[in-house]
C-alpha cells in the first residue's frame, strides 16, 4: 500500500458526459501527479500541482482540467467524454517538488459506453 | 524530449530461472532511471532505482545496471518467483522533481511454476 488513495475505483459513464476523479497524496506529500494509462499509449503524463499550484504540464486535453485543493487531495475532471477516454487513471505524490520519487495510488478505472 | 524504449514486450520463464528487460533512452541529460512493478489491478510501485553516478545496484533478487555512453539500462531479476509475474516499466528523467519520468511500453513478465 503507497498510502496514495484514489476514488472511484471504477467509473462508467456515457460519451459527452463529465466526471471528478479523486486522489488523496500520501501524508506529508506535498506533490501530486496525474497519469493516463491505455493499453497502446503506456503511462503518458497528464499534469503536476505543487501545494496547490501547477507546476507542469503533459499531454493533457483541453477537456481535461486538474486542481489541487488546500488540503493537498487533487482531483481531475474529465468533460465531454469520448470512447477514446476509457482508460486507467492514475494519481501519484512525493514529499516535494524536488523529489523524484513517485508513489502511485491504485487507479480509477474510467469505462466511457 | 526524452523517448524511452523498453524490449521485451513479453518475457516468459520458468520459476528460478533469470529474467533481464533492458531500456534504452535518448537524452543525455537524463541521470534518474526508476524501474517500477505494476500487479494485476494495482499501480504501478517503484522497486528499484539509480543514479548515473552508479552503474549498478542491488536489492536482494534484483538489480540495475546503468550504461550512460551507451543510454541503456538494465533490470535483472534472478530466482524468479511465480510472484514476480507483473508489468515492470522502466522510466528516465533528469534529476528534480520538476522534471517528469517518461515512461517505457512496459514489459510483462510472467513466471511459470
Known amino acids: 500500500d503507497s498510502g496514495v488513495t484514489q476514488t472511484p475505483k471504477h467509473l462508467i459513464t456515457a460519451t459527452g458526459q463529465r466526471v471528478t476523479l479523486r486522489c488523496s497524496p500520501r501524508?506529508?506529500?506535498?506533490?501530486v501527479y496525474w497519469y493516463q494509462q491505455s493499453l497502446d499509449q503506456g503511462l503518458q503524463f497528464l499534469i503536476q500541482?505543487?501545494?496547490?499550484?501547477?507546476?507542469a504540464k503533459g499531454n493533457i486535453l483541453e477537456r481535461f482540467s486538474a486542481q489541487q485543493f488546500p488540503d493537498l487531495h487533487s482531483e481531475l475532471n474529465l468533460s465531454s467524454l469520448e470512447l477514446g477516454d476509457s482508460a486507467l487513471y492514475f494519481c501519484?505524490?512525493?514529499?516535494?517538488?524536488?523529489?523524484?520519487?513517485?508513489?502511485f495510488g491504485p487507479g480509477t478505472r474510467l469505462t466511457v459506453l | 524530449g526524452e523517448n524511452v524504449e523498453q524490449h521485451p514486450s513479453t518475457l516468459s520463464v520458468q520459476e528460478g530461472d533469470s529474467a533481464v528487460i533492458k531500456c534504452t533512452y535518448s537524452?543525455?541529460?537524463?541521470?534518474?532511471f526508476p524501474w517500477y512493478k505494476q500487479e494485476l489491478g494495482k499501480g504501478p510501485q517503484l522497486i528499484i532505482d539509480?543514479?548515473?553516478?552508479?552503474g549498478e545496484k542491488k536489492d536482494q533478487r534484483i538489480a540495475v545496471t546503468l550504461n550512460k555512453t551507451a543510454k541503456h539500462f538494465s533490470l535483472h531479476i534472478t530466482e524468479t518467483q511465480p510472484e514476480d509475474s507483473a508489468v515492470y516499466f522502466c522510466?528516465?528523467?533528469?534529476?528534480?522533481?520538476?522534471?517528469?519520468?517518461?515512461f517505457g511500453r512496459g514489459t510483462s513478465l510472467i513466471v511459470h511454476p
Open positions: 501519484a505524490s512525493s514529499v516535494e517538488s524536488s523529489t523524484d520519487t513517485q508513489y
Open positions: 501524508s506529508g506529500d506535498l506533490s
Open positions: 500541482y505543487y501545494n496547490g499550484e501547477e507546476r
Open positions: 537524452d543525455s541529460a537524463s541521470n534518474y
Open positions: 539509480i543514479r548515473s553516478n552508479v
Open positions: 522510466a528516465a528523467k533528469m534529476a528534480g522533481g520538476s522534471y517528469i519520468p517518461t
